[in-house]
């Protein structure tokens, strides 16, 4: 045993500092994974692939022949098994380090595609929607999209294309009404779509009180950078969710505040006499006259 650790440290001596950065960089990538996971079903699976993957490292580094051929013959059929077993957790691992693209970011400022260039006449809407429904007690799922595209999960409602208007969403969230069961996606202040269907959160510090509404809400944000909006069926509280957080609103003045902040935080300042300006005020005009 002595002669093992003898020989790691000697590995140790001989690294370069590129070496040490490498690792440096797959901690930090393995921390943020874990930290990105925490608490759900995902976070049990990469748990397990990491303990896996040392074991088999350290198997093989020791040169315990036996063992490195027995692992070598049984992890391909380990893989598949783990392929078939938990491919819905493969999928959102994937999903999550493929989402906050920064140049999605970037070009959705000159493509119209974010709701950030929408204006007060849009949180106007909203604010008049979620808490008339309040009132009234009228379940509400409402997703405005950010810069991640949502094509996904458009596509498993029913297409609207409607200009935005609180009338509307109340009359959409009706009970017993066709379309008020599944999720509203806003884009570029238009109501693109209803009846969708949201993915599911698998955090188990959700607290049970919260029903599917709720889950699927925070679900969503976990994935992309979509703000949702809630109105429980139940108590009539508004809810505003992002980033897989869910903050319960009390006034209108606060909620307000809290859609201007999400659709000001990603723009960029661009010069109105630059070209980039002129075509993004060219873009800017055309969303009016198509939300007109």
């Not at 500092?17 to 079903?41: C, G, N, P």
């Not at 429904?133 to 409607?162: F, H, Q």
């Not at 208007?165 to 009970?175: A, P, R, Y």
Request: aromatic share 8%.
């Amino acid at each position: 045993m002595s002669g093992s650790i003898d020989r790691i440290l000697a590995t140790f001596r001989i690294m370069e500092f590129q070496q040490y950065l490498e690792i440096a960089i797959l901690v930090f990538l393995i921390y943020k994974i874990f930290v990105w996971f925490k608490d759900t079903k995902t976070s049990a699976l990469i748990k397990g692939i990491f303990i896996i993957t040392i074991f088999v490292s350290l198997i093989q580094f020791l040169n315990f022949k036996v063992l490195s051929y027995l692992i070598t013959a049984a992890l391909p059929v380990v893989a598949v098994a783990l392929v078939i077993l938990f491919q819905n957790e493969l999928k959102m691992i994937i999903l999550k380090l493929g989402d906050r693209n920064v140049f999605s970011k970037i070009f959705s400022q000159f493509q119209g595609n974010s709701d950030s260039a929408v204006g007060n006449a849009v949180v106007n809407e909203l604010t008049k929607a979620c808490f008339s429904m309040s009132e009234v007690k009228t379940g509400a799922l409402i997703v405005i999209r950010g810069a991640d595209p949502l094509n996904d999960y458009i596509s498993t409602g029913i297409l609207l294309d409607a200009r935005l208007s609180s009338q509307l969403l109340i009359n959409i969230f009706e009970k017993n009404t066709p379309l008020h069961d599944g999720a509203v996606i806003i884009e570029n202040g238009r109501i693109v779509s209803a009846t969708c269907y949201l993915p599911l959160s698998e955090n188990l510090r959700i607290p049970k009180t919260l029903g599917t509404r709720h889950r699927a809400a925070i679900g969503l944000t976990e994935i992309v950078d979509a703000l949702v909006l809630v109105v429980s069926e139940e108590t009539g509280t508004v809810s505003i969710v992002s980033d897989g957080k869910i903050e319960h609103v009390s006034s209108e003045e606060e909620f307000a505040s809290k859609l201007n902040k999400f659709f000001e935080k990603d723009k960029i300042e661009i010069d109105d006499n630059s070209v980039i300006g002129k075509i993004s005020n060219a873009i800017s005009k055309l969303n009016a006259k198509k939300a007109k």
